[in-house]
């Protein structure tokens, strides 16, 4: 009798367990949710910039203490890559988070979808048949994992290793706007936009195709995400010598009211590179 009600209570105590673990990853996701939704939606970059580090050791101890949780490991990848890109100067500081952002990226993708995991390091042709099988369900997992990849390859544009995995990437971001082309106010194409004009036509890149993808993302944000139009300049204009369409596009970013659900610290970051870009233009073209 006592070993029955030894063994009921260690079953008990399993369940109760299991269920604090639960919910512990329930909060600690939410609480990721919620800090990025503050952050998106806060007007003082210098808010962000001089708070946000100790957000990244708070997100680095979620991790350390649940490695196995892809939302965990999803929101790390997001907010050291939007840190990484937005506030970070020095080169190989930028590379070292944006190499953390993608890192955590990868390991949430291997926990989820292993087999093109698996696919990363091999063949073109053995990864687009790994991608082929994903599916909406796992667009979350897909786009997560892509702007981390394409936020390290944007900070590693002299390193001709990080530049040999565009293909996939944009196989990655291609199936992605497939699966929903409103995922993220489109935010595929804006990524497809930039991963397009990184090289010039001679060098393999593909900048009209860039042009294209940069008019959807303007198309399927309403033109309220004026980042697309900064990276637009900063990316196309400029890699073709276009001033006329490099300054529009930026005299719209300063002109255009910053405020916009999720878009607001974006929108403010997008008017000060704005300014930088039409100073350094002088010079440029």
């Known amino acids: 009798m006592r070993r029955r009600q030894s063994r009921f209570l260690l079953t008990l105590l399993a ?5 604090c673990g639960s919910a512990v990853r329930k909060v600690s996701n939410r609480f990721s949710n919620n800090l990025s939704e503050a952050i998106l939606d806060q007007d003082d970059p210098g808010t962000v910039r001089d708070g946000v580090p100790a957000y990244l ?16 490991l999803l929101a790390g990848a997001k907010i050291y890559g939007a840190y990484a890109g937005s506030f970070v100067d020095e080169p190989e500081r930028a590379q070292r988070l944006a190499g953390r952002a993608y890192d955590y990226g990868k390991r949430a993708l291997c926990l989820r979808e292993k087999a093109l995991c698996d696919a990363l ?25 892509a702007a981390a990849w394409a936020g390290r390859i944007q900070v590693n544009t002299g390193d001709w290793n990080a530049i040999a995995d565009l293909p996939k990437l944009q196989a990655l971001l291609e199936h992605v706007a497939e699966l929903d082309p409103h995922y993220d106010g489109g935010g595929a194409y804006l990524y497809l936009g930039v991963v397009n ?14 042009k294209a993808y940069f008019e959807k993302a303007l198309e399927i ?43 607001t610290l974006i929108n403010v970051l997008a008017k000060r590179k704005a300014k930088a870009l039409l100073e350094s233009g002088k010079d440029y073209f």
Request: aromatic content about 8%; overall charge negative; proline content about 7%.
């Open 121 to 145: 390091t091999g063949p073109f042709e053995t990864f687009q048949a790994a991608l082929a099988k994903t599916d909406k369900k796992d667009i979350a997992t897909l786009y997560g994992f």
């Open 57 to 72: 050791l708070l997100t680095d101890s979620l991790i350390l203490g649940d490695p196995e949780n892809p939302d965990a």
């Open 197 to 210: 004009s990184i090289r010039p036509a001679s060098l393999g890149g593909k900048p009209e195709q860039g």
């Open 221 to 263: 944000s309403g033109g309220r995400n004026q980042m697309v139009r900064v990276l637009y300049a900063q990316f196309y204009a400029r890699l073709v010598f276009d001033q006329a369409l490099h300054d529009t596009l930026l005299n719209q970013v300063l002109s255009a009211d910053p405020v916009a659900p999720r878009l």
């Open 15 to 19: 369940v109760a367990l299991c269920a």
